[in-house]
């Protein structure tokens, strides 16, 4: 246990300034934290692929309709690389 001795007006200073540091503590580390996940990594050759428009091929009937055809790109991304 510490024992702090001093004025009111002084111990409520102290105080002040100690909750006024650990307040600065947390919100820094927060900054930190959220900096350090947003590095991004390199997207792969396919992922790449997918992202580009002109390679989308999309279903043009039945229930899956306007979804990305990935069977039929999967296979012309495979005949592109050789």
Do not use: C, H
């Amino acid at each position: 246990m510490v024992k702090i001795e001093g004025t009111l007006d002084e111990i409520r200073e102290l105080i002040g300034d100690a909750r006024d540091t650990v307040r600065a503590v947390k919100s820094t580390s927060k900054k930190v934290v959220k900096t350090a996940t947003k590095t991004k990594r390199k997207l792969s050759a396919w992922q790449r692929y997918l992202k580009n428009p002109r390679n989308q091929i999309k279903f043009k009937t039945g229930t899956k309709k306007g979804r990305l055809n990935l069977k039929a790109m999967a296979r012309q991304f495979k005949k592109s690389k050789k």
